[in-house]
């Protein structure tokens, strides 16, 4: 098995996924990698919704897409290219994107990430729970499936939790579509890490990297 450092490296957005079935100990591992993760006080309020059937998927689905119409698709095609990228690879990503956006249901497994996060949920609400999605990603990734991290359906979060069909106190934080991948695993590029990091003052160069 590939180490966790190439596992990080070649751990990318895969949206083209293939309907083939995933087997259940293969969800199971990548859930039991989830709740390894921390989360604060270690209350563990989080949920995990697997979804296979089609129906409420293609429900969700239904919001995804309007909010690519709406509003990630303008904003794809007016913004540059992101540090680490250029505008082929933005335009294969913008591509791959809107392929995911028509197939989104088609992935024969979601997990959906939730926390019981109280009346007023917070920055704070997400740290708890988006260490899990990565460690889901993660572990995804070294079971040779493919996902993305995906919150989109969050800019209609009221129709999307309710057609998920979370009760009252539960909100949805990520949705996580798994499949065997129909590319393959590259590396991640997102630019020199000179770009994101200084040293003891804002705006300082750090010169070890
Ligand atoms: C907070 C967050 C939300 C994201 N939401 C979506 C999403 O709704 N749909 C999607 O296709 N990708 C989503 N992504 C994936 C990013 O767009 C992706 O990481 C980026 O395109 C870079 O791709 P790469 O990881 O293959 O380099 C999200 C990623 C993060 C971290």
Redesign the pocket.
């Given at each position: 098995m590939a180490d966790v450092f190439e596992i990080m490296h070649t751990?990318?957005?895969?949206?083209r996924l293939k309907p083939d079935p995933v087997p259940d100990d293969l969800i199971r591992k990548i859930l039991e990698a989830g709740i390894c993760a921390a989360n604060g006080g270690n209350a563990q309020k989080w949920k995990f919704l697997v979804l296979k059937k089609p129906e409420i998927k293609k429900a969700v689905a239904v919001w995804?897409k309007k909010a690519f119409d709406e509003v990630?698709g303008p904003r794809y095609a007016s913004s540059p290219p992101p540090p680490g990228s250029d505008p082929a690879k933005f335009k294969r990503?913008h591509a791959?994107?809107e392929y995911?956006?028509e197939h989104y249901h088609e992935a024969p497994v979601w997990i959906v990430c939730c926390l019981e996060d109280g009346p007023n949920p917070s920055r704070m609400s997400g740290a708890s729970i988006?260490p899990a999605v990565q460690n889901m990603l993660l572990a995804a990734r070294a079971l040779g499936l493919g996902s993305?991290?995906?919150?989109?359906?969050m800019l209609f979060e009221k129709e999307a939790d309710a057609a998920l069909g979370l009760p009252p106190g539960v909100r949805s934080y990520?949705i996580l579509p798994i499949g065997y991948p129909m590319g393959k695993f590259g590396p991640?590029?997102?630019g020199k890490l000179s770009e994101f990091v200084y040293s003891e003052t804002w705006g300082q160069p750090y010169a070890e990297v």
């Amino acid at each position: 098995m590939a180490d966790v450092f190439e596992i990080m490296h070649t751990t990318r957005a895969m949206r083209r996924l293939k309907p083939d079935p995933v087997p259940d100990d293969l969800i199971r591992k990548i859930l039991e990698a989830g709740i390894c993760a921390a989360n604060g006080g270690n209350a563990q309020k989080w949920k995990f919704l697997v979804l296979k059937k089609p129906e409420i998927k293609k429900a969700v689905a239904v919001w995804y897409k309007k909010a690519f119409d709406e509003v990630i698709g303008p904003r794809y095609a007016s913004s540059p290219p992101p540090p680490g990228s250029d505008p082929a690879k933005f335009k294969r990503q913008h591509a791959a994107v809107e392929y995911l956006t028509e197939h989104y249901h088609e992935a024969p497994v979601w997990i959906v990430c939730c926390l019981e996060d109280g009346p007023n949920p917070s920055r704070m609400s997400g740290a708890s729970i988006y260490p899990a999605v990565q460690n889901m990603l993660l572990a995804a990734r070294a079971l040779g499936l493919g996902s993305t991290l995906t919150t989109r359906h969050m800019l209609f979060e009221k129709e999307a939790d309710a057609a998920l069909g979370l009760p009252p106190g539960v909100r949805s934080y990520a949705i996580l579509p798994i499949g065997y991948p129909m590319g393959k695993f590259g590396p991640v590029g997102r630019g020199k890490l000179s770009e994101f990091v200084y040293s003891e003052t804002w705006g300082q160069p750090y010169a070890e990297v």
